[in-house]
């Protein structure tokens, strides 16, 4: 059974910085493609990043392109967003998602686990 978790979130004001972390449980983590997405109250989930299993390739929405980066430690289990230079239209409730052994994707109904979310709110 996979698990994963999400912390790191919180309140920050704009052009700050956020690191995320999703803590995975279960079969092996390297053979699953990891993704966050985040879903702002009133609109759809929509992608932000997704990063392959062994780390070697990366997929960003244009909307955060520059400003975060998706890393993952395969040692910890672990992996991250780092967010910087928030912006209030980044405030959303943040998920990590698994894809096992997929192709890297923006895609929500390819993910097989997913998450509760961990809640960032960026004040102007």
């Known amino acids: 059974q996979v698990q994963l978790e999400e912390s790191g979130g919180g309140l920050v004001q704009a052009g700050g910085s956020l690191r995320l972390s999703c803590a995975y449980s279960?079969?092996?983590?390297?053979?699953?493609?990891m993704g966050w997405f985040r879903q702002a109250p009133g609109k759809e989930r929509e992608f932000v990043a997704a990063?392959?299993?062994?780390?070697?390739?990366?997929y960003y929405a244009d909307s955060v392109k520059g400003r975060f980066t998706i890393s993952r430690d395969n040692a910890k289990n672990t992996v991250y967003l780092q967010m910087n230079n928030l912006k209030p239209e980044d405030t959303a409730v943040y998920y990590c998602?698994?894809?096992?052994?997929?192709?890297?994707?923006?895609?929500?109904?390819?993910?097989?686990?997913w998450g509760q979310g961990t809640q960032v709110t960026v004040s102007s």
């Open positions: 998602a698994a894809d096992y052994l997929g192709v890297l994707t923006a895609a929500s109904s390819e993910y097989d686990y």
């Open positions: 279960g079969r092996t983590f390297s053979r699953y493609n």
């Open positions: 990063i392959a299993g062994s780390g070697s390739s990366t």
